[in-house]
């Protein structure tokens, strides 16, 4: 009976909390800092990831909440197993919410107040797309996830932060003028390759009445719009000369991005959304990651 309790209670935190999505956070942090460093500072990973794995542990839990009706049609096990053992999810937020907390009185006495107030604002926006507990009341129905503006704002304000976090970690090895553009140029590719992932929710965001890119846009649409950033980004990178800090990183990031928007381009001309189009976005995010750490790591090596 015990062994079967728990059993369940595994694949309920799994199905939620989805950590296929959430590992590739924690990719983007690790690729940041080794970008910045001229020596991983391995002691302050450990803070930083659980700080990062705890903030969107709550986040996936709340955003599973707030999207049921959304998600209703198309993905209707992750409510299924939130609601199955919801004190067990409840627990598990407040425990991860005092972890959070406790990681970043960690960093501020170790003296790293600025990856500190980075990683806080990647928890916050990160909550903020699902959640608005700045109005706590009406907090699901004014989560940024149901504007456009809110929807950049949160993803890509939080990728934005989450770089910014990782590029702080590397011991001041690059300006902070250096770490705020390259910030911005990946944070951008990243919100790219996201916003052609969010483009399958189009029919039902327009069906809940939803304020969003697919919402106004359709699916094609949205992703066009995510393409052509995407390219401008990659004209900007080679265009930019042979002084590029972290060449071959930056040249795997800008190629593998433009093929992701490229391939939700050529999925969004069918007439309904192909069913591996959320496979197809996982896969984007984990393979421009993995060979970005892969390309880093050699030229860490050379």
């Not at 999207?67 to 937020?93: A, I, W």
């Not at 600025?114 to 699902?130: C, K, R």
């Not at 004014?142 to 590397?170: D, I, Q, T």
Request: aromatic share 16%; net charge positive.
């Amino acid at each position: 009976m015990r062994g079967s309790t728990l059993r369940n209670l595994t694949v309920d935190l799994v199905t939620v909390t989805r950590p296929h999505k959430l590992i590739p956070f924690l990719l983007i942090f690790l690729n940041a800092h080794l970008l910045s460093a001229s020596q991983a500072n391995w002691w302050n990973f450990v803070p930083a990831f659980l700080f990062i794995v705890a903030s969107c542990s709550i986040g996936m839990r709340i955003n599973t909440w707030t999207d049921r009706d959304l998600d209703q049609s198309t993905k209707p096990e992750l409510y299924h197993h939130l609601s199955r053992s919801f004190r067990f999810h409840v627990v598990g937020m407040m425990m991860e919410g005092a972890l959070s907390l406790a990681c970043l009185v960690f960093l501020i006495r170790s003296r790293e107040l600025s990856e500190a107030i980075w990683l806080l604002s990647f928890g916050v926006l990160f909550t903020l797309y699902s959640f608005n507990f700045l109005v706590p009341r009406r907090g699901k129905e004014y989560r940024f996830k149901v504007y456009w503006w809110g929807n950049l704002a949160a993803a890509g304000g939080g990728y934005f932060a989450l770089w910014m976090a990782g590029l702080s970690s590397g011991a001041g090895r690059l300006s902070l003028e250096t770490c705020l553009s390259l910030a911005f140029f990946y944070a951008s590719l990243e919100y790219a390759v996201f916003l052609g992932e969010c483009a399958t929710d189009a029919e039902a965001e327009r069906a809940n009445g939803l304020q969003t890119l697919p919402a106004r846009l359709g699916r094609f649409g949205t992703v066009l719009v995510a393409w052509v950033y995407c390219l401008l980004l990659t004209l900007a990178w080679f265009g930019s000369g042979p002084a590029r800090f972290g060449e071959v990183f930056g040249n795997w990031y800008t190629i593998s991005s433009i093929t992701a928007c490229s391939g939700f381009l050529f999925m969004a001309r069918k007439p309904h959304s192909p069913p591996l189009w959320d496979r197809f976005s996982d896969l984007s995010f984990w393979i421009i990651r993995l060979g970005a750490l892969a390309t880093i790591l050699f030229w860490h090596g050379a």
